[in-house]
C-alpha cells in the first residue's frame, strides 16, 4: 500500500511512502520490546541528558520542521515555529522534573518499609493526528520516555513526512536504537498494532469515533489507554467583561492552527447586553486574519489539512444557516487551487445546528446569545464535549467560580484563552475523552503505580 503525502496548498502530491508490510510492523514492534529491557534499567539522569539532547535538535531544525509541516498539513510558517518550540520546551520540563515525579514516594505502615514506585510498562503505542504533528507525539513521547519506556507510534496518514522524522531525530539526539519506531500504517491497522502483545498501552488524540474504537479494542485485552479527543470549546462573555480583551483572545483562539485545534475556541456565548458589541469587535478582529500561503511569514490562516475535510466544514455551515443562522463573514469557499476556507463568523445560532452541536473543525466561529449568566453557563455545558472553556467577567471571583465550580471540561480559564502547558495535565472529560497528559498526572499515566511492602 503507498501513504501519499500531499501539499493542502496546492494539491500536488509532495512524495508517495511505501507502508509498512504486517511483517514489517512486528519487527518493528519487537524491536522496541528489546530495546525497553535495556532502556529500563538506564537512570534518570541518562534519560534526562538525552531529552535535553533532542531539544538541542528540535531548536536547530525548528525552521526546517516548521516547512515541512507548512507543505504536508498547511500550518502556517510562524505557527509552526511556535510548535517546534514548545516540543523543545516539554523535552526540557520532563528533563528537569521527571525524577521528582517519579521518586519512590514513602507511605508509613506496620512495615519496617513500604513505598508507591513507578514502573515503566513497556511499548505504548501513540496514535496521533496531523494537526499539531510534532506537538502531539512530544508531549506523549517526552514524559513516557523519561519514565522509562519506549514508544511506536501511528501517525495520521497526511504527515508521514513529519512521522519519520521524529524517530530521524531521536537518533540525532543520541537516543538507543529503536527506543522508537515509527509505523507507516492505515487507521484500520491499528487494531493489530493494539493486538501485538508487546504493545502494554495506548494513547490517542483524536476524534471521538476513532477514541471509541480504539478505547473497545483496547479494553478488550485489558491495556490502558489515554484518549484526548475532540471538542467544542465554549467561551462565555459576560455583561462586565472587557470586550476589546475578549474579542481579541476569543479571535485568536478560534483561529488557532487555521481553526483546526480541539481546543480552539469554537462556540461563543455572549449575555445579549453586550452580544452587539462583541459581535462589534469580534467581526472586526477575524476579518483583519490574512489567509494566504502558509510558507509566507505574513500569514495568519493556511489552508485546511485536506479538501476533504474543507468540504465537509463548509456543510456545515451550509446546514447551521439552513437552520437559521445568520452569515456575517466568510461562508464561500475561494476560487483557486487548494483546500482554502475563509474567516467565517455566524450569528443566531441556536440548538440543532451543527455550529451548536458539532464540532466544526476549522476558521468558522459560532456566536450563541444568552439571557444571563446562569443561561451561558447552561448553554456552554448544553454539549456531549467537555475538553476546555473560558470566561471572560472583570469580576475575578466570578470568573474563578464559573470555571472551578461551573463549567463541566477538563481545562477552564478565565480572560484568556484555553491552552496546553508542559506544567499542567491537559485532557478532557465525557466525549473528550479520559485520563492525563503533560505535568505530574501525566508521566503517571503510563507506569505500574506499584507498592512495595518489606516486613
Given at each position: 500500500?503507498?501513504?501519499?503525502?500531499?501539499?493542502?496548498?496546492?494539491?500536488?502530491?509532495?512524495?508517495?511512502?511505501?507502508?509498512?508490510?504486517?511483517?514489517?510492523?512486528?519487527?518493528?514492534?519487537?524491536?522496541?520490546?528489546?530495546?525497553?529491557?535495556?532502556?529500563?534499567?538506564?537512570?534518570?539522569?541518562?534519560?534526562?541528558?538525552?531529552?535535553?539532547n533532542?531539544?538541542?535538535?528540535?531548536?536547530?531544525?525548528?525552521?526546517?520542521?516548521?516547512?515541512?509541516?507548512?507543505?504536508?498539513?498547511?500550518?502556517?510558517?510562524?505557527?509552526?515555529?511556535?510548535?517546534?518550540?514548545?516540543c523543545a520546551?516539554?523535552?526540557?520540563?520532563?528533563?528537569?522534573?521527571?525524577?521528582?515525579?517519579?521518586?519512590?514516594?514513602?507511605?508509613?505502615?506496620?512495615?519496617?518499609?513500604?513505598?508507591?514506585?513507578?514502573?515503566?510498562?513497556?511499548?505504548?503505542?501513540?496514535?496521533?493526528?496531523?494537526?499539531?504533528?510534532?506537538?502531539?507525539?512530544?508531549?506523549?513521547?517526552?514524559?513516557?520516555?523519561?519514565?522509562?519506556?519506549?514508544?511506536?507510534?501511528?501517525?495520521?496518514?497526511?504527515?508521514?513526512?513529519?512521522?519519520?522524522?521524529?524517530?530521524?531525530?531521536?537518533?540525532?539526539?543520541?537516543?538507543?536504537?529503536?527506543?522508537?519506531?515509527?509505523?507507516?500504517?492505515?487507521?484500520?491497522?491499528?487494531?493489530?498494532?493494539?493486538?501485538?502483545?508487546?504493545?502494554?498501552?495506548?494513547?490517542?488524540?483524536?476524534?471521538?469515533?476513532?477514541?471509541?474504537?480504539?478505547?473497545?479494542?483496547?479494553?478488550?485485552?485489558?491495556?490502558?489507554?489515554?484518549?484526548?479527543?475532540?471538542?467544542?470549546?465554549?467561551?462565555?462573555?459576560?455583561?462586565?467583561?472587557?470586550?476589546?480583551?475578549?474579542?481579541?483572545?476569543?479571535?485568536?483562539?478560534?483561529?488557532?492552527?487555521?481553526?483546526?485545534?480541539?481546543i480552539?475556541?469554537?462556540?461563543?456565548?455572549?449575555?445579549?447586553?453586550?452580544e452587539?458589541?462583541?459581535?462589534?469587535?469580534?467581526?472586526e478582529?477575524?476579518?483583519?486574519?490574512?489567509?494566504?500561503?502558509?510558507?509566507?511569514?505574513?500569514?495568519?490562516?493556511?489552508?485546511?489539512?485536506?479538501?476533504?475535510?474543507?468540504?465537509?466544514?463548509?456543510?456545515?455551515?451550509?446546514?447551521?444557516?439552513?437552520?437559521?443562522?445568520?452569515?456575517?463573514?466568510g461562508?464561500?469557499?475561494?476560487?483557486?487551487?487548494?483546500?482554502?476556507y475563509?474567516?467565517?463568523?455566524?450569528?443566531?445560532?441556536?440548538?440543532?445546528?451543527?455550529?451548536?452541536?458539532?464540532?466544526?473543525?476549522?476558521?468558522v466561529?459560532?456566536?450563541?446569545?444568552?439571557?444571563?449568566?446562569?443561561?451561558?453557563?447552561?448553554?456552554?455545558n448544553?454539549?456531549?464535549?467537555?475538553?476546555?472553556?473560558?470566561?471572560?467577567?472583570?469580576?475575578?471571583?466570578?470568573?474563578?467560580?464559573?470555571?472551578?465550580?461551573?463549567?463541566?471540561?477538563?481545562?477552564?480559564?478565565?480572560?484568556?484563552q484555553?491552552?496546553?502547558?508542559?506544567?499542567?495535565?491537559?485532557?478532557?472529560?465525557?466525549?473528550?475523552?479520559?485520563?492525563?497528559?503533560?505535568?505530574?498526572?501525566?508521566?503517571?499515566?503510563?507506569?505500574?503505580?506499584?507498592?512495595?511492602?518489606?516486613?
Amino acid at each position: 500500500m503507498a501513504i501519499q503525502s500531499v501539499n493542502p496548498a496546492t494539491g500536488k502530491v509532495i512524495r508517495t511512502y511505501r507502508a509498512h508490510t504486517p511483517e514489517q510492523v512486528t519487527r518493528k514492534i519487537s524491536q522496541a520490546h528489546k530495546a525497553w529491557l535495556s532502556w529500563k534499567q538506564t537512570t534518570f539522569n541518562e534519560r534526562a541528558a538525552l531529552l535535553r539532547n533532542i531539544s538541542s535538535v528540535l531548536h536547530r531544525r525548528k525552521a526546517e520542521l516548521a516547512n515541512l509541516m507548512a507543505l504536508e498539513m498547511g500550518k502556517p510558517i510562524k505557527q509552526g515555529i511556535a510548535e517546534i518550540e514548545k516540543c523543545a520546551t516539554v523535552c526540557d520540563y520532563y528533563a528537569k522534573n521527571g525524577a521528582t515525579f517519579l521518586a519512590d514516594g514513602p507511605v508509613k505502615t506496620e512495615a519496617a518499609k513500604s513505598y508507591v514506585s513507578f514502573q515503566p510498562l513497556g511499548v505504548v503505542l501513540a496514535v496521533m493526528p496531523w494537526n499539531f504533528p510534532f506537538w502531539q507525539v512530544f508531549r506523549f513521547l517526552a514524559p513516557a520516555l523519561m519514565a522509562g519506556n519506549c514508544g511506536v507510534l501511528k501517525h495520521a496518514s497526511n504527515v508521514p513526512g513529519c512521522a519519520l522524522v521524529i524517530e530521524e531525530m531521536l537518533a540525532d539526539a543520541g537516543f538507543p536504537e529503536h527506543v522508537f519506531k515509527t509505523l507507516l500504517v492505515s487507521g484500520k491497522e491499528a487494531g493489530a498494532v493494539i493486538e501485538n502483545p508487546l504493545v502494554k498501552a495506548v494513547t490517542l488524540t483524536g476524534s471521538t469515533s476513532a477514541g471509541t474504537e480504539v478505547a473497545t479494542k483496547a479494553a478488550s485485552l485489558l491495556k490502558k489507554t489515554v484518549l484526548e479527543l475532540g471538542g467544542s470549546d465554549p467561551y462565555i462573555v459576560l455583561e462586565d467583561a472587557d470586550l476589546e480583551l475578549a474579542s481579541r483572545v476569543c479571535a485568536d483562539s478560534r483561529l488557532i492552527n487555521s481553526g483546526q485545534s480541539c481546543i480552539a475556541a469554537k462556540r461563543f456565548i455572549v449575555v445579549k447586553q453586550v452580544e452587539k458589541a462583541f459581535t462589534r469587535l469580534f467581526v472586526e478582529k477575524m476579518s483583519a486574519k490574512k489567509l494566504g500561503d502558509p510558507r509566507e511569514e505574513d500569514t495568519d490562516i493556511g489552508p485546511q489539512a485536506r479538501t476533504d475535510l474543507r468540504d465537509q466544514l463548509h456543510r456545515q455551515v451550509g446546514d447551521s444557516i439552513g437552520k437559521g443562522a445568520r452569515l456575517v463573514l466568510g461562508g464561500k469557499i475561494p476560487k483557486g487551487k487548494g483546500a482554502y476556507y475563509p474567516v467565517t463568523v455566524l450569528t443566531q445560532v441556536k440548538k440543532g445546528a451543527p455550529a451548536y452541536d458539532d464540532e466544526l473543525f476549522g476558521p468558522v466561529a459560532a456566536i450563541i446569545s444568552a439571557k444571563n449568566e446562569a443561561d451561558a453557563i447552561r448553554i456552554a455545558n448544553d454539549t456531549p464535549f467537555g475538553l476546555g472553556a473560558a470566561v471572560f467577567t472583570n469580576d475575578l471571583q466570578k470568573g474563578e467560580r464559573i470555571a472551578r465550580l461551573e463549567l463541566n471540561a477538563g481545562s477552564c480559564f478565565v480572560n484568556t484563552q484555553v491552552m496546553s502547558d508542559p506544567r499542567l495535565p491537559f485532557g478532557g472529560i465525557n466525549a473528550s475523552g479520559y485520563g492525563r497528559e503533560l505535568g505530574l498526572y501525566g508521566i503517571h499515566e503510563f507506569v505500574n503505580i506499584k507498592t512495595v511492602y518489606v516486613k
